[in-house]
Every structure is written in structure tokens, then in C-alpha cells.
């Protein structure tokens, strides 16, 4: 069902008018973030690194990435502090996939087996909660403490909503009102982050950060 999900995501993204000439645009950004996210990964630990090397090699859309380099391109950036923050939400997205298939007993992921079907639930959840905190750590190198605050919150707030999730799991009676919530925070909250991000990185304007800020 994943591998059909993801297809069908692919099939639309390629019908987007102009999603490729965008995407083309900053193919040397994403490349920069692939080659960031090496780095990432590697540890002098063993299984951190098996696995996360497992993890990583099969690569998703990095929408989230490609969204804070257009943001921060659109607002006028020229450094290069995008590239560690473009993986670092990629991190963070990765880091709740791991949780959410070992909430979901899920066997596949990305095409291929999920660390929770190859490695067990046990060492999977600790990967994850060790990417989270490692990206928080990396985040302290940004300038912008504002960042580092929206990385933090934004974290918290995923967590929840798969808490939430998992609550409310079989309850056929859930409202619109829940249900919207809980999307909200595990999904669309880390899309607006990564849109946020790369503005203040551009150094939005107040009423450009105002306008981002009524719609999530």
C-alpha cells in the first residue's frame, strides 16, 4: 500500500505545471543537502551507522528540503546555511518515519524492508529518538535562534501528533476537528516549518513572516 501511495504521489508531482523547471533550478542545492546528509550519518558507532546508511540510501522525494531552498532563494538568500538546515528537516521527517512504522508494524518502507522489519522495534525507536536529538544539536549551529526554536517546537509537535494518532487508532467516531489536527502536526507542520525557515534565512519581512504565519 506504501509503494502505491508513494507511485501515485510521484505521478502527481510530475503533473505540476513547472515542478521540474523549479526543481532544476536548485539541483546543486539538493546535492549539496545528499552529501550533507552523509555526513550526518556517519558515527563511530557500528549499528548507528549500518543503519542509517540502510536509511538513507533509498532517498524519498526531499520535498521538505526542496521547499526551504526555493523559500530562501525567493527571499533573496546567498549562504549557504540552507544546505544543513534543508537536511536537518529531512532528518527530522526520517526520524518520524521510523516511529510511525513501528506504530503501524509496517514491513515496508520506501520499497524496501523498514528497519523496524529488519532491525526490531526496540533499536529502531532509539535510532529514531537519536536523530531527533542529534538534529536538535546540530541546529544550535545556526545564527538564527529563532531556527533553532522552530526546529525544537516543530519535533515536539510531530511527536504529538502521532500520539495522538496512535490514541485515537479504530475509533471510527473521531471528528473532522481531531482528525485535522493530528495531520496538522504530523505532516503539514514540518512543510510549513521548512517554509519558514528558508525565509527568515532570507530575511523576510515582518508582513512576508506575518502571511506565513495565518496560514499554518
Known sequence: MQDLISQTDKT??????????????IQQDM??????????IKSPNKIISEISSYLFQNAGKRIRPALLILCSKLCGYKGNEHILMSS???TIHT????????????EVRRGKKSVHAKWGPNITVL????LYIKTIGHSLQSQHRQIVQILTDITAKMIEGELNEYYVSWNLDIDEKVYLDIINKKTA??????CQIG??????????????KAKT
Open 12 to 25: 502527481q508531482i510530475k503533473k505540476i505545471p513547472g515542478m521540474r523547471a523549479l526543481t532544476r533550478e
Open 31 to 40: 546535492a549539496e543537502v545528499e552529501e550533507e546528509l552523509k555526513q550526518f
Open 88 to 90: 536537518l528537516v529531512e
Open 95 to 106: 526520524a518520524s518515519l521510523l516511529h510511525d512504522d513501528i506504530i503501524d508494524n509496517s
Open 127 to 130: 535510532l529514531g529518538d537519536y
Open 189 to 194: 507542520s514540518l512543510f510549513s516549518a521548512s
Open 199 to 212: 525565509g527568515i534565512l532570507g530575511k523576510a519581512s515582518e508582513k512576508e513572516k506575518a502571511k506565513e
